[in-house]
């Protein structure tokens, strides 16, 4: 076993944690926005909603059912020509950021769209009855009712763009999950792998925990 | 139709109901103030094929003040009708007038204004989880466009009104069921609406509970002069609130009339169920029989209504025929600040006195035999 050097070893932890949270928030931020706005539109889209359209609807289900499934570590490499006409390069921390946010906005939608779909109806019938027209209610009872919930399925989300970014290497955009394959995993470097895990276990950590304390607000539970 | 409803009629149609003022004393059937009416409403759907009548040819009107119930089993159609009242359902055939104006044929905006003017409490109260208590009364006065001061006044007056202004601040999570209802009924309330519409609001209540849930309902009645219209499965739900009631089945309504009428002489077998169910003035077949065990002589309930003489008839009857009277059994009621009650009593002496007897009975009371001497 070569252990590296720590003097090199600190500082190229320190950018793969930069690279890492950087990756993780602008994707998690971008596809936060994107992924709610789908998740409206395919709730509201829906048989017997209140914007009902099927031709909206089934295509939307469609392209998200197709591009789910499709592995991380296969979607980041088969979108590269998409990733380079809207980045302008393939490679590189940008490229990864698009293709993570990609996945995540489709997640994020079908999150939004489970946890819209179960708001009460009682309390969307309440607003109804009170006068509140569809889009009011759509955005002063359904969204704000379902946040809780939501809040929990992004803080999922995010610690999955954590485990996400490991593939990102792929593509040359380096971050911890990067790190520990190339130094511990292909290296046997043990020092190195169990300091980025460690890394990575304290970053999901404190982002569940957040991500409870949000939703807990929000729940008044 | 009164002379003021008329009047009314002719300056603003459709907007006659606005124009009259509110009356409790307009309370008599005919009184011309309806206002929710439903005339010959029908609702009908398909379920898997089969075609299901909700609202056979429903008329009714609720007059300006009143309290007014509607009771029926499940199934009978009466929350389908209730929900016809802010269009939350629409009839299939007839209309729904409320305020002279026809909600069923209103759409968009119009509706949500008309929505504004009609309150509505719910069984499982349908409280926004993500807003306090104070944020679930402001919600329909922000929604009226009301200013913040003004909203804040108005939830003020409206929680001092249910008793819950130490709880302004709690989420709905935090509350009683009660509780949870007076917030409904706050809301409700909160854009001083002309009609209250509740569908089932204590089914989901313990009895003491409902019992403080419908007083409040009555309060905002005598204090609001909000007219109210309910739905229920309980007949003492009617019995403790309700001026009027209807009583409904398979989608019609079969029997219509002040509490007092039909708790006092129900008229169809749906609404003497009804009323055995809370009022226990005869006995049960099973009780009868033991009865007849023990009391050989002649059976009979004697049926009072409204009596205001206070002429003894019983022992007036026993002593002017020479007959007996045995009380076997019997229960008096008051609703409306008028009595009624059923006695059954056994007749003892010569065939034909007791027959002379029930005779001169029958003036005074409505007599029914108890069944043949065992």
């Known amino acids: ?221 | 139709m009164s002379a003021a409803g008329r009047v009314g009629a002719t300056l603003a149609p459709g907007e006659a109901g606005r124009t009259v003022e509110p009356a409790r004393a307009s309370s008599a059937p005919g009184g011309g103030d309806p206002v929710v009416e439903f005339r010959g409403v029908s609702k009908s759907y398909e379920v898997d094929g089969r075609r299901v009548e909700a609202l056979r040819d429903v008329s009714l009107q609720v007059e300006r003040g009143d309290v007014f119930g509607i009771v029926g089993w499940s199934g009978a159609g009466k929350s389908t009708l209730l929900r016809t009242v802010n269009a939350l359902e629409r009839p299939t055939g007839g209309s729904v007038h409320v305020d002279g104006r026809e909600i069923s044929a209103l759409r968009g905006r119009q509706l949500h204004l008309a929505r504004r003017r009609i309150g509505m409490v719910f069984q499982q109260f349908n409280l926004l989880q993500s807003r306090t208590v104070y944020g679930n009364v402001a919600y329909p006065l922000r929604l009226a466009g009301l200013s913040r001061e003004q909203t804040v006044d108005r939830v003020e007056e409206l929680l001092d009104f249910v008793g819950l202004g130490h709880k302004a601040l709690d989420h709905p999570s935090r509350l009683s069921g009660g509780q949870k209802q007076r917030v409904g009924i706050a809301r409700a309330l909160a854009t001083k609406p002309d009609v209250l519409i509740s569908d089932e609001a204590t089914s989901a209540l313990d009895p003491q509970t409902t019992g403080e849930v419908l007083d409040l309902l009555r309060r905002a009645n005598d204090e609001y002069g909000v007219t109210i219209l309910l739905v229920t499965h309980e007949m003492e739900v009617i019995r403790s609130i309700a001026d009027r009631v209807a009583v409904m089945q398979d989608g019609e309504v079969v029997e219509t009339g002040s509490v007092y009428d039909v708790f006092s002489s129900p008229q169809h077998p749906t609404t003497s169920r009804f009323v055995s169910s809370v009022l226990h003035h005869r006995a049960s077949s099973a009780t009868l029989s033991r009865l007849r065990e023990v009391h050989t002589g002649r059976l009979v309930h004697l049926h009072v209504v409204d009596r205001d003489s206070n002429d003894p008839f019983l022992s007036r009857v026993a002593r002017e025929h020479d007959v007996d009277v045995n009380v076997v059994y019997g229960g008096v009621s008051e609703l409306q600040g008028r009595l009624f009650g059923d006695l059954t009593v056994e007749l003892l002496g010569d065939d034909d006195a007791v027959e002379a007897a029930l005779g001169d009975l029958r003036r005074t009371t409505t007599v029914e035999e108890a069944g043949a001497r065992a």
């Open chain 1, 1 to 221: 076993m070569r252990d590296i050097d720590p003097a090199v070893l600190w500082p190229k932890i320190g950018t793969a944690l930069l690279q890492t949270l950087q990756m993780v928030t602008v994707s998690f931020v971008l596809a936060t926005l994107l992924g709610l706005v789908l998740g409206l539109v395919l709730y509201s889209t829906r048989r017997g909603a209140l914007l009902e359209n099927a031709a909206v609807s089934t295509v939307l289900n469609a392209v998200i059912n197709v591009v789910r499934p499709i592995p991380f570590i296969i979607l980041i490499v088969a979108i590269s020509p998409l990733t380079r006409a809207v980045i302008g390069t393939s490679i590189g921390t940008g490229a990864a950021i698009f293709a993570l946010t990609i996945v995540a906005t489709f997640s994020i939608a079908r999150i939004a769209e489970t946890n819209l779909v179960a708001v009460d109806r009682g309390a969307v019938e309440a607003g109804a009855a009170m006068g509140a027209s569809p889009l009011r209610v759509l955005g002063t009872i359904v969204v704000p009712e379902a946040l809780g919930p939501l809040t929990l399925g992004l803080t999922y989300i995010f610690v999955a763009l954590v485990d996400a970014t490991a593939v990102a290497g792929l593509v040359g955009g380096g971050g911890l999950g990067n790190l520990a394959i190339t130094y511990g995993y292909q290296r046997f470097d043990t020092v190195v792998m169990v300091t980025v895990i460690v890394l990575i276990i304290v970053l999901v950590q404190a982002a569940q925990l957040l991500g409870d304390r949000v939703a807990r607000r929000v729940l008044h539970a």
